[in-house]
Structure formats: C-alpha cells, structure tokens
C-alpha cells in the first residue's frame, strides 16, 4: 500500500489551493467577458435596430446589460477570492476529502476504494500558471465524478498516484 510519506502530502493536514488559483479564476472570466460582451451587445443592438421596441423598452433593455456585465465583473473580481478562501483538501489513509463552497459548504469524502480512476485536466491558463484540475472518479451513484481545481501539477500528479486504485490480491 502507498503511504502518504511517499507522496509527500501531509497526511491529516488540511491544504489550502495554491494562491495562483484566483489569478488563473481572474484570466478565464476575462476570456468569458471579452467573447461574451460584444455578442451580448451586438444582440441588444440589432434587437434595437429591427424591433418596434419603444424608447422605455429599449432604456430598460440597456440597463439590463448594463446591470449584467457589472455584475460579471464584480463577481468575476471576488467570487475567486472567497472560493480560495473557503476550498481546503485533505488526504488520510482512507482516501481524500474535498470541501468547497462560498455560500453552501460541501464536504466531499472519497475513500480510496471506490475511486475507477482519476484524470489530471489543464486550460489554457492553468498551464501557464502550473497547475491542475484533478478529475476523481468513483463508483458512486448520485455524482460519480469530484473535482479538485487549484493544485500544482506536481501535487495533484501526487494525490492521482496515492488515489490510483491498486492491484489487490483476490487469489482464492
């Protein structure tokens, strides 16, 4: 069996995502901004043009674009930052617990025996930044697929190596 010495996670400690977590959450809802804003305003703008909006119609339909992207950019400036503050993992001889969320708290604990197999993922910006986003499978029924976002590469290279189902002796 793999202990956790080897992986070098501290076992029974809780980790905290790595601090570039929120300047790569910063990078992708720009991205998300910079497509989503002209196609939102290009849509307003021939809804204006071909329609027989009237002139309170159109003010309020402004406004409503207006109130959107203010709210994406608040969002996209914050929300990272408490995400952060409220995501910890920890490993132990069991398995891996997750806990995530900013206005609902969940607490995810996978237990190494029902994990199929685990998937390291990385965007564009998170390979820049050099981290990962490991994708933890399970046998469970109601959401069989967890997700870590935030880790080193190498860290979570380490949890996907400790959490890899191993070979067990069922000889009869």
Request: charged share 20%; net charge positive.
């Amino acid at each position: 069996m793999l202990s956790l010495e080897v992986v070098g996670v501290a076992r029974g400690v809780e980790h905290q995502l790595e601090p570039a977590y929120v300047k790569v959450a910063y990078l992708s809802t720009a991205g998300r901004l910079l497509i989503s804003t002209p196609l939102l305003v290009g849509a307003l703008v021939v809804t204006q043009l071909f329609s027989s909006l009237t002139e309170m119609q159109k003010f309020a339909l402004w406004g409503l674009l207006v109130a959107k992207l203010l709210f994406n950019v608040i969002k996209g400036y914050y929300w990272p930052r408490l995400e952060y503050r409220h995501a910890r993992y920890m490993l132990d001889d069991d398995g891996v617990q997750i806990q995530r969320g900013v206005l609902r708290r969940i607490v995810t604990s996978i237990p190494r025996s029902r994990v199929q197999h685990v998937d390291l993922a990385q965007g564009v910006w998170e390979r820049r930044y050099g981290l990962a986003t490991l994708v933890i499978h399970t046998a469970a029924s109601g959401s069989p697929e967890t997700s870590l976002r935030g880790v080193s590469r190498a860290t979570a290279e380490e949890i996907r190596n400790y959490l890899k189902p191993q070979a067990f002796d069922d000889a009869v």
